[in-house]
């Protein structure tokens, strides 16, 4: 089985292991994850990292319609 991702996450990936390739050898696992964690938080921090693909604000209208619909039905 293939394991499907998006285009962010594998944006994410390859930045991952670009980084991790460019030190080349580890001196242990935490070493690594701390590189990756640093990464993830740059990434995160960044505009890239805040780029919306889906505006929830309208799913969160309808959300709060539907709330708000349910409780008149109810009284």
């Known amino acids: 089985n293939r394991i499907r991702t998006n285009n962010t996450t594998e944006r994410v990936n390859r930045?991952?292991?670009r980084r991790?390739?460019?030190i080349g050898a580890f001196p242990d696992g935490q070493s690594a994850l701390m590189l990756v964690c640093a990464r993830l938080r740059h990434v995160?921090?960044?505009e890239?990292?805040?780029?919306r693909y889906l505006n929830m604000n309208h799913l969160f209208d309808?959300?709060?319609q539907r709330k708000v619909?349910?409780?008149s039905?109810?009284?």
């Open 73 to 75: 039905a109810v009284s």
């Open 15 to 17: 930045e991952i292991k």
């Open 48 to 51: 890239w990292g805040s780029k």
């Open 62 to 64: 309808l959300e709060l």
């Open 69 to 71: 619909e349910d409780q």
């Open 20 to 22: 991790t390739k460019a």
């Open 44 to 46: 995160a921090a960044s």
